[in-house]
């Protein structure tokens, strides 16, 4: 009788290792990720830029009246960090933004120093697309019904703002 019950004990333990490892998996927050905010004076679009080397991130931060390159970024846990500073009317805004991914959403706090004063705001984002993360080229395979496979190269470029390829 115990011989019946070990499948399903073994396969007991494996699922609870595998729900294990994918919580302890941290959500990669590399990528493009663009939320509209609306600070007082009507909304803004915001983009932010994100590129993950071993746990380090660079990028930029733009609100379309300025683009600024991130200062420091880093993951800890579950949760990341990006810091830069912006220039606003000539005073020098420090900006920290944390945030927590999931799937291709994430939330967060922004802090901003603005001449000592220290303001809060909730964040939230999608996944977005900017040019440059569809600019060059893109190696595809192509499994064809009858067993083969193509694997053509796509090139995409941008020119005054329009994109075309070949």
Known sequence: MQRRFLPLIALLAYGLTASVQAADEVKDPAGTWMWEYDYGQGPIDNTLVLKNKDGKLTGYYDNGDAKVDLTTGEIKDDEFTVEFTLELDGQEIKVEMTGEVTDDELEGLITADVG????????EAERGLVTADVVGAWELEINSPDGQVFTPTVKIEEKDGKLSGK
């Open 116 to 123: 000592g004063e220290i303001l809060e705001f909730d964040w």
